[in-house]
């Protein structure tokens, strides 16, 4: 979840409580990502068994976000999800496209100076 969508949880939070609605709304149990770090997280835990794993990991992790994010929108149309649920699971999907389209520059900026090398 990225930092705007942290500040409009507390804030949301924060006035459910002042306005008396009692404790407040708990978190999702299985949100892929929690915080901005996760998938770099990801990497460095799966790094140990091999870059192989960790890539995989990641992007099976990519598309689990993604996923989320969709169905939470559907159902938030269908009118069966509220909507701080909707704003964090697409929050979290555009996070996780982010974090891919900058990986996938790495690697083809790291592509290119390759090709540039004198053999």
Known sequence: MDIRSQYALRGYEAAKQSAG????????????YGDANALF??????????PTDAVKSAAQTFVTTVMEGEKTANAAIAGKADALSMVEALAAAELAMETAVTVRDKVVEAYQEILRMPV
């Open 21 to 32: 609605g009692g404790a407040a709304t708990p978190q999702a149990p299985n949100k892929p």
């Open 41 to 50: 997280d990801i990497l460095e835990k799966d790094a140990s068994a091999g």
